[in-house]
């Protein structure tokens, strides 16, 4: 393998509900200091139905050139369809890097498009740099349970591939008016070659804010006894305008359903804030939350674990404490309210 033919940073721009997600935004982001340090360009791949129009953001954000897939095929996500565009594109354009949101379709397109070209590809990443002279990309993550982190290397082949974390990276600010180059593609997949179909999307109506998109995740665990007792959880998200995440034991307790989960085998949260209540801080739940901004933990033992982890420990009975936090944040609001009046 050639390393010379390689060149230029790409980020695959995700569009949810007809908009580029956040992390795509972010990534350009990170993405342009790559490209600067190696005086190579910044390119997104943007694959969906109606979606060109939304190049045009993605040069205020940084983006070079833009390569678009624009197909009733690519109306919702599909690994073979969008797999299938992603590698057509980089056969014929040779990229050094490319970038994924560390979402689940993320994650999902770049393990397919890794194993298919076949390449490495680091997970979860949440610091990325790049040799100016080799253009070796220095992928960063938490390993062993967050007690190391680890850059990953991919020193044999090309492109070289990492998904990155949401909100770890920083957007650019938007130049407006700023151009660049629209390269409008075809790929060669027949609806006939697609082995699932989409019939239907169910939306999680029960939930008002995403947890790994929130500011603000209020979690609860077993130490809440019941499902009636993991309420005050629901009470404190609903005062601050927050997520409700959860523990394992929680969700295996049937109190909540399964994408509120925080952990290894449930979601990674990085809000600005997270509150632990009634959670024990097993390793498990840690990785899911540990890169969050603020911890605060509340539980009723003082060697409980997860005030290792905290940056503000509370030591008491959940069921006296987040009533009056819930007491004081809503004064706090309403004399915001009356101070702005
Ligand atoms: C392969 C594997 C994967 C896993 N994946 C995950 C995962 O993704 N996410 C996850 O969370 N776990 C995961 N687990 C489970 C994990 O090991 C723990 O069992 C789980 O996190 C414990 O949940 P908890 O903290 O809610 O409950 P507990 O460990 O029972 O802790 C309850 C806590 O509440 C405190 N408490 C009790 N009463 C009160 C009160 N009135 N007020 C305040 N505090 C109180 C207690 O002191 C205790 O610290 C996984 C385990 C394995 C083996």
Request: aromatic share 8%; hydrophobic share 40%.
């Amino acid at each position: 393998m050639s390393f010379e033919e390689y060149s230029g940073i790409w980020v695959f721009i995700e569009v949810k509900d007809g908009e580029v997600v956040l992390v795509s935004l972010e990534l350009l982001g990170a993405g342009k200091e790559l490209a600067d340090k190696r005086g190579t360009e910044l390119a997104g791949v943007l694959i969906g139905e109606n979606v060109t129009h939304l190049a045009a953001s993605l040069f205020e954000y940084g983006a070079d050139t833009v390569y678009v897939y624009d197909d009733t095929i690519f109306k919702n996500y599909r690994t073979e369809s969008y797999m299938k565009a992603l590698l057509e594109c980089c056969q014929k354009y040779k990229p050094e890097v490319i970038l994924y949101g560390a979402t689940s379709t993320g994650k999902d397109l770049a393990s397919a498009v890794a194993t298919d070209l076949p390449t490495g590809l680091t997970a979860d990443s949440t610091i990325l740099d790049i040799e100016e002279d080799t253009g070796l990309l220095l992928a960063s993550r938490p390993a062993f349970g967050g007690n190391i982190m680890a850059t990953i290397l991919c020193k044999k082949y090309r492109p070289q591939m990492a998904t990155v974390r949401p909100k770890v990276m920083k957007a650019l600010t938007p130049e407006p008016g700023r151009k660049g180059q629209l390269i409008e593609e075809t790929a060669s997949i027949k609806e006939e070659d697609i082995r699932t179909k989409v019939l239907e999307i169910v939306q999680f109506t029960t939930q008002k804010v995403r947890i790994d998109e929130a500011d603000i995740v209020v979690a609860g665990g077993k130490g809440l006894g019941s499902e009636k007792g993991f309420q005050v959880v629901h009470d404190l998200a609903e005062t601050l305008g927050g997520a409700v995440g959860a523990s394992r034991d929680v969700v295996e307790a049937g109190w909540v359903e399964h994408h509120h989960q925080v952990g290894q085998t449930g979601l990674t949260v990085t809000p600005k804030i997270y509150f632990a209540i009634g959670i024990s801080g097993a390793i498990q739940h840690i990785v899911g939350m540990q890169n969050s901004g603020l911890i605060i933990a509340i539980n009723n033992d003082p060697e409980a674990p997860i005030f290792q982890s905290s940056h503000y420990g509370i030591v008491g009975d959940a069921f006296e404490i987040v009533p009056l936090l819930i007491q004081q944040f809503k004064q706090a609001f309403n004399q915001e309210v009356v101070d702005h009046v």
